[in-house]
């Protein structure tokens, strides 16, 4: 029986014109650039016009990827979109994207993993591939998490930024691909990253509408970062583990871009030479399921990122959620 593999073949990504610099924000909130940088290493963030959706976003990234792949979107057996962020409830973000391209009637769906659902995506999206169930698969990362934030709450609009992120997977019979996986969450951290309004708990009716905070993004930021400090770490050695790898087989490590200090402090556990850490969170902030693959797309076309090499991927977020895979990227 022929063996497949998923090839990473398209890198694409998007992030609207606007730019948000910590001095802009310090205009609006009581914080500073210094304090700002020194506690999470973002500089600027890039925020979505009026007239833009997150599917929009989400489709000006797959286009790239798309193109780069020389895939034609009629010829994508499977799209799906992770997002925490997306222009609707309902319908799913992901049968717009699927319209917005003009891919065929193919499945298209939503995962919502918190910013790990890009790499759960992979790994799904991988194991369609690995099936022999569907040669190009579009993973697609996409946030338009200010839409989501109260620019009055300085603890989180500061952090977070708009952007898009994906990929094309290809099937292939060269040995790459998915090597290891780690896929893990605990529901009893809910509440430290949460946005309440909106769901059946809390639907959006006169009686329920007037708790401001209940609308927004609210995060627990200090218990977030220790639960994101020991799942990166742990979950790094686990998947190195799997693969039966070690850091020097790896080329790259592209984390999770949430915060520059959780990427220092697992580059410094792990005993990794910084520049192995690809980190663009300086510029981005933090683009929850978007902020992988934009990271990877960027470090691609500065030429870091090449064939033949192994990337390990490491996410943790709302849920409490965390994600780890290991791709190797196949030589041409
Ligand atoms: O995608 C996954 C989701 N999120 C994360 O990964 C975030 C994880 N957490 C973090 O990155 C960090 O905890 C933060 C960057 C959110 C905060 O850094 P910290 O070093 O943990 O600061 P802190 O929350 O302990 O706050 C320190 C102080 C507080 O003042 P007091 O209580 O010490 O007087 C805050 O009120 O900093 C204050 N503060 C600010 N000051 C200026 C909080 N936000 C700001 C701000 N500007 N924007």
Redesign the pocket.
């Known amino acids: 029986m022929t063996q497949h593999y998923a090839n990473i073949v398209g890198l694409g990504m998007y992030a609207p014109e606007k730019v948000l610099t910590n001095a802009d924000l310090a205009k609006i ?4 650039d210094e ?2 940088v020194s ?2 290493g973002i500089r600027e963030r890039h925020i979505a016009s009026d007239k833009e959706q997150c599917s929009d976003m989400a489709a000006a990234a797959s286009r790239d990827a798309l193109a780069m792949a020389n895939v034609d979107p009629s010829d994508l057996d499977l799209i799906i979109v992770a997002t925490s962020s997306p222009d609707n409830h309902v319908p799913p973000m992901s049968s717009l994207v699927q319209d917005k391209l003009g891919a065929g009637n193919v499945g298209a769906y939503t995962l919502v993993a918190g ?1 790990p659902g890009w790499v759960y995506a992979m790994v799904q999206g991988s194991a369609m591939i690995q099936a022999g169930l569907a040669k190009n698969v579009l993973v697609v990362g996409a946030e338009l998490i200010s839409r989501y934030l109260d620019f009055t709450d ?2 989180t609009c ?2 977070f930024g708009d952007a898009a992120g994906a990929v094309v997977l290809q099937a292939t019979d060269k040995p790459c691909g998915l090597l290891s996986y780690e896929l893990g969450s605990d529901g009893s951290g809910a509440e430290h ?1 949460k946005m309440k309004g909106c769901g059946t708990e809390l639907p959006p009716r006169e009686d329920t509408i007037g708790n401001r905070e209940d609308w927004y993004l609210q ?1 627990n ?2 218990e ?2 220790k639960f ?1 400090t020991r799942k990166m770490v742990d979950s790094l050695h686990s998947v190195l583990e799997k693969a039966d790898l070690t850091f020097d087989d790896i080329d790259y490590v592209v984390p ?1 871009q ?2 520059m ?2 990427i220092e402090y697992a580059a410094g556990k792990a005993k990794l030479a910084p520049e192995k850490m690809i980190a663009n969170v300086s510029n981005y902030g ?1 683009t ?1 399921a978007a902020s992988i693959p934009l990271a990877m797309c960027e470090a691609y076309h500065d030429g870091r990122i090449k064939p033949g090499q192994k990337l390990v991927f490491s996410s ?3 849920g409490l959620t965390w994600a780890a895979a290991i791709f190797e990227l196949a030589t041409p």
Do not use: E, Q
């Open positions: 909130v009581d914080t500073s304090w700002i506690r999470s910013c300085r603890a500061v952090l990253l995060m930021g200090r977030v970062f994101a999770h949430a915060n200090r959780i933090n929850s943790f977020g709302a």
